[in-house]
């Protein structure tokens, strides 16, 4: 099974500031058909997963532009522009390029 | 908008047996796979199983071969988990996810609790 380690397991982050995490994948992430099938969610207390990122970069519909994704091959980052209140929450990476589908351990984002 | 609920979750004694099931609507339910995920209290996510928009092609985690059946009613838009010989390892809560050509989970249902003891 392809292992997503996710870093820091912990980002206690001002308001306004930014934040980043770390997702290394154990294998290439790259498809056969060209594609990276890499994204991030976004669980905030108490709710269900929220996609934010897929193919690595690509924001789901109605995500603020202050998330980011980047990377390529086995190394990949979130970024949060501007962290505000409402950016609370666990963040996960998720393969889909390899079976079974498999996620990071997450990263808890909380306000200093 | 697209809407998913599960339901079927409850209190279950091990080795015994549960249907889960997630109503779809919002969206050409026909046209696009299904998973469920689950997550243990207090852990991460864990991928348990897709199935294909039609129905033709299943997918697994090894710890739920041969005990979980996932399966589609593409005229009720409905999905369904079956899930036999239930352990202690099996609690958690149970999401239904929306898939998608881009292959990730695009939407997500509320989830329903499953507890597997004695």
């Known amino acids: 099974d392809i292992v997503l380690t996710q870093t820091p397991l912990s980002s206690p982050v001002t308001l306004g500031q930014p934040a980043s995490i770390s997702c290394r994948s154990s294998?290439?992430?790259?498809?056969?058909?060209?594609?990276?099938?890499l994204s991030w969610l976004q669980q905030r207390p108490g709710q269900p997963p929220r996609l934010l990122i897929y193919?690595?970069?690509n924001r789901f519909s109605g995500v603020p532009d202050r998330f980011s994704g980047s990377g390529a091959g086995t190394e990949f980052t979130l970024k949060i522009s501007r962290v505000e209140a409402e950016d609370v929450g666990i963040y996960y990476c998720?393969?889909?390029?390899?079976?079974?589908?498999?996620f990071g351990g997450g990263t808890k984002v909380e306000i200093k | 908008q697209v809407q998913l609920v599960e339901s079927g979750g409850g209190v279950v004694q091990p080795g015994r047996s549960l249907r889960l099931s997630c109503a779809a609507s919002?969206?050409?339910?026909?046209?696009?796979?299904m998973h469920w995920v689950r997550q243990a209290p207090g852990k991460g996510l864990e991928w348990v199983a897709v199935?294909?928009?039609?129905?033709?092609?299943?997918y697994y985690r090894d710890s739920v071969k041969g005990r979980f059946t996932i399966s589609r009613d593409n005229s009720k838009n409905t999905v369904h988990l079956q899930m036999n010989s239930l352990r202690g390892d099996d609690t958690a809560v149970y999401y239904c996810?929306?898939?998608?050509?881009?292959?990730?989970?695009?939407?997500w249902g509320q989830g329903t609790l499953v507890t597997v003891s004695s």
């Open positions: 919002g969206f050409t339910f026909s046209s696009y796979g």
């Open positions: 998720m393969q889909a390029t390899h079976f079974p589908l498999t």
């Open positions: 199935i294909s928009y039609d129905g033709s092609n299943e």
């Open positions: 996810a929306k898939g998608a050509t881009i292959l990730a989970m695009t939407n």
């Open positions: 193919k690595i970069s």
């Open positions: 294998q290439s992430l790259g498809h056969s058909d060209g594609n990276t099938y």
